[in-house]
């Protein structure tokens, strides 16, 4: 089903916005103008967008396009398809979503489904940006292609946005690790989620930086010439570099996180067992008198100076035992001392 259709063009160098049209009324619209935006949104891409481009009279194959990996490039010389992809917030994963662009002359059409609601922003002050655009009639592939570029970038900075999320939810996972204050939690799969939420988002932004520079160095037709214009992908490009850059710091960031916690948390068991293995040792003294004694007939006599001798002994050797732990391990595990002793050493 199609949800909604929207409609923002210029007709005679005047910017129009059009917030519901009916799908019939699509082929009026766009005979009339300079340059024509729809912006439609369907709860089903696959079974909607042939309709579309049906009325359109855009005889392309959108299963071509989705047949692509996260994103696609299409040009047929008089057409041209694009897929880029939606990020979009999961149950503690990120999802992505595609958006199809197609464009011929004067007309460029987006279509996706409620995950693309993000761009929705663009089109509500679609006025103000058509109003920039070059009026001349023979620049019509100017005016789509800084049309273009301003959609283009828009999904790119809404996809930005989940790396924040992305990088919050990594912040208070380690937070929560390092408080007092623990949760029965499955550690492994919580990473895990958040390394595969960050490698979804990668993908999606590299797809789209492979995208952007086919538009770019692609020369379609139905893409300006001009090097000005040009540029305006070069900015996006950046700004796609700049954002697989900062993931792989965040990879990055998550992994050493999880290293350290997972050191920290490795230490605090050693220490435990540690003072478990002092302890099971300092009662083996006890152990073996009183087993000696048990070989002795009749030591049922002497019962009361075998028990003070066992206590006596268990005392004694669990004291030692303490004080040399605490003396050459305390709670560093001796590596204070073993520094110490490799500056000595040095000098």
């Known amino acids: 089903m199609i949800k909604a259709i929207s409609v923002a063009g210029m007709q005679e160098g005047v910017p129009f916005k ?5 799908l019939d009324e699509l082929p009026a619209i766009t005979s009339s103008g300079h340059l024509t935006w729809i912006e439609c949104v369907v709860d089903n891409i696959i079974e909607e967008t042939p309709k579309i481009l049906n009325k359109l009279s855009i005889s392309m194959d959108p299963s071509v396009l989705l047949s692509g990996y996260v994103s696609s490039y299409e040009d047929r010389g008089d057409m041209l398809g694009l897929m880029i992809p939606f990020v979009v917030p999961g149950n503690n994963t990120t999802l992505t979503a595609p958006i199809l662009i197609f464009m011929k ?91 595969t939420s960050l490698l979804t988002f ?22 300006s010439d001009d090097e000005v214009i040009l540029a305006k992908f070069e900015v996006i490009l950046g700004r796609l570099d700049r954002q697989i850059q900062m993931s792989e710091n965040v990879m990055q960031m998550v992994a050493t ?8 948390v490795t230490n605090k068991v050693t220490i435990l067992i540690i003072w478990w293995t002092v302890a099971g040792t300092a009662e083996l003294v ?27 002994s268990a005392a004694v050797a669990t004291a030692v035992a303490y004080f040399y732990v605490r003396k050459f391990f305390g709670k560093s595990l001796g590596l204070d001392k073993l520094k110490k002793f490799k500056r000595k050493f040095a000098k």
């Open 18 to 22: 059009k917030p519901a049209v009916e």
């Open 105 to 195: 002359k004067d007309l460029i059409v987006t279509i996706h489904d409620d995950y693309g609601g993000k761009i929705a922003r663009l089109y509500n002050y679609a006025p103000t940006v058509l109003r920039k655009l070059p009026k001349e009639a023979d620049s019509w592939a100017d005016r789509q292609t800084i049309l273009l570029a301003r959609i283009i970038d828009e999904i790119s900075e809404a996809n930005f946005s989940i790396l924040r999320l992305i990088v919050e939810r990594a912040e208070q996972f380690e937070i929560d690790l390092a408080g007092s204050r623990q949760v029965t939690r499955d550690i492994s799969l919580e990473l895990s989620s958040m390394k």
């Open 202 to 223: 990668l993908n999606a932004i590299w797809a789209s930086y492979d995208t952007v520079h086919n538009l770019k160095y692609g020369d379609a037709d139905l893409v």
């Open 257 to 264: 996180g999880a290293n350290v916690v997972q050191t920290e």
């Open 286 to 312: 006890p152990n073996t008198i009183a087993t000696v004694f048990g070989l002795y007939p009749n030591h049922e006599t002497v019962f009361w100076p075998i028990v003070a001798t066992v206590v006596g």
